[in-house]
């Protein structure tokens, strides 16, 4: 055989797989559609500028999963602590109740939404987050009288699982979240030199022991007795002993022409609705603002940073990048008329946070994107209904990446799920070698 795995797709997961096993000493082959990598997290350069997909932070910082990937490749990833996270409501920056401590010291809560606000923080972070996963947020919160608390809750699962319409958040895969967030010593870090140093920390890895073949889609998996024997791109067929799909769930019954699966995982996985939104990138030609933390709105709940105030090496000297995402469900953004309203909402915002914005841009880049993070942590999606990391109908086939039931949400859901897949692998070729003593 040529490889030990093919790895199809190198974004965030499939770059995290391969490297893991390239650093167990299997031969890896990562093919990738794209010239490059990265998939949703990628970046490119502009003028000077680096520019990365859209805003990307890393939850949890060194406590986090990409963190924690590296560090079973022996390698350090270096993060950056930005500044304290601030909210934007009416019309002026307040610090961002993000915990007790601070929703107790909130200027813009009254008492009682204080009170309130707490008391559903202390009954998401008690018990199991499981027994709430089909529990939507609004249905946790139905009781409640504080026009304030609720606008907390919208803005805390916005961020925190990029969730803000409550009736489409589970509160269970919030409650994970909190319970993480609240123990984790950092909320959230920047990676130094950004997504760039994420990705080309682990191309380096796996090319340890290992190949990257960009601009080579796979267009079909061949099946034979059970086990996937081919791997097709337009150039060349490959073989090797197990597969990892890094690609999302929804389009991987394509590469098996939309047959061969189980009913049951096809369904799961072309069903999955992901996040989707508006975001928009700026250029800014001279300074517009000192702000070196998280900034959130939350009418409506959007979020943003200036990447240049966190790190300097992300625009060219006296020049600022602004990065902001506004979530919103997937059919606005499909639609040509309401997501054209949504972004002038959003530039209108922008102007009325950083007067000056505007006149001081150099270039911008609006996205449409309907596939942000790989699934809304909804009921129905939550770790118990999402793909599972093999298919049981196929042994030598696993599935990896943002869309599967690995814990978190987005770039957490990735990694976790390439440490969970390595493993299964791993274990999987090391019983294949057994039997063929
Ligand atoms: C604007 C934006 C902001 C975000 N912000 C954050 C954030 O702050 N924090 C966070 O944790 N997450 C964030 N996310 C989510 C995060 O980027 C994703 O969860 C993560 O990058 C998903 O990685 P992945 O490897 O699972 O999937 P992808 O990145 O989608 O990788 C899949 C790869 O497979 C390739 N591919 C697809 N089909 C084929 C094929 N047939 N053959 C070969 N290759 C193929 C694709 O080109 C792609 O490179 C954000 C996403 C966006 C879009």
């Avoid at 929703?103 to 606000?117: D, H, M, N, R, W």
């Avoid at 950004?194 to 061949?222: A, D, F, P, W, Y």
């Avoid at 189980?262 to 517009?288: M, Q």
Wanted: proline share 6%; charged share 25%; glycine share 10%.
């Amino acid at each position: 055989m040529d490889y030990d795995v093919i790895v199809i797709g190198g974004g965030y997961a499939g770059l995290s797989v391969g490297a893991l096993l390239s650093h167990k000493g299997y031969r890896v082959l990562l093919l990738e559609k794209s010239r490059n990598l990265g998939g949703r997290a990628g970046y490119q350069e502009r003028d000077g500028y680096t520019v990365e997909y859209g805003l990307h932070a890393n939850r949890f910082a060194a406590e986090g999963a990409a963190a924690a990937v590296f560090r079973r490749l022996g390698r350090e990833l270096q993060f950056i602590s930005p500044g304290e996270p601030e909210l934007w409501r009416e019309d002026g920056f307040q610090p961002l109740p993000n915990n007790v401590g601070k929703i107790f010291k909130s200027p813009v809560l009254p008492f009682s939404a204080k009170l309130s606000a707490a008391r559903y923080l202390l009954k998401l972070v008690v018990g199991r987050p499981e027994r709430k996963y089909q529990m939507s947020m609004e249905e946790l919160t139905s009781g409640c009288r504080s026009p304030q608390t609720l606008e907390l809750m919208r803005v805390l699962s916005g961020i925190g699982i990029i969730a803000p319409d409550l009736r489409h958040s589970s509160a269970g895969e919030f409650a994970a979240f909190l319970k993480k967030a609240l123990r984790a010593k950092v909320k959230v870090g920047y990676p130094k030199g950004g997504t760039r140093s994420i990705i080309e920390g682990l191309r380096e890895e796996l090319e340890k022991n290992g190949q990257v073949m960009t601009s080579s889609k796979v267009n079909r998996l061949m099946l034979k007795k059970g086990v996937v024997s081919q791997v097709k791109t337009d150039a060349a067929t490959y073989v090797s002993r197990a597969v990892v799909s890094a690609i999302p769930a929804q389009e991987v019954p394509e590469l098996f022409g939309g047959k061969d699966l189980p009913i049951k995982f096809v369904k799961t996985a072309r069903e999955l609705i992901p996040t989707a939104g508006i975001s928009l990138d700026v250029g800014l030609r001279e300074r517009v603002s000192d702000k070196d933390g998280l900034l959130v709105t939350s009418d409506p709940v959007s979020m943003g940073q200036f990447t240049s105030n966190i790190d300097p090496s992300m625009a060219p000297e006296g020049k600022q990048l602004l990065s902001w995402y506004y979530p919103l469900p997937l059919p606005w953004v499909k639609n040509q008329e309401k997501a054209k309203q949504e972004e002038e909402r959003l530039r209108d915002l922008l102007g009325r946070m950083f007067p000056g914005i505007w006149e001081a841009a150099e270039w911008e880049r609006p996205m449409r994107l309907s596939m942000v993070d790989g699934f809304l942590p909804r009921p129905g999606q939550t770790r118990e209904d999402r793909p599972d990391f093999t298919i049981p109908s196929l042994d030598n086939f696993f599935l990896c990446g943002d869309t599967t039931r690995a814990e978190g949400t987005g770039g957490d859901t990735a990694f976790n799920s390439a440490i969970h897949v390595s493993r299964l692998v791993d274990e999987y070729l090391e019983g294949a070698a057994k039997e063929g003593d």
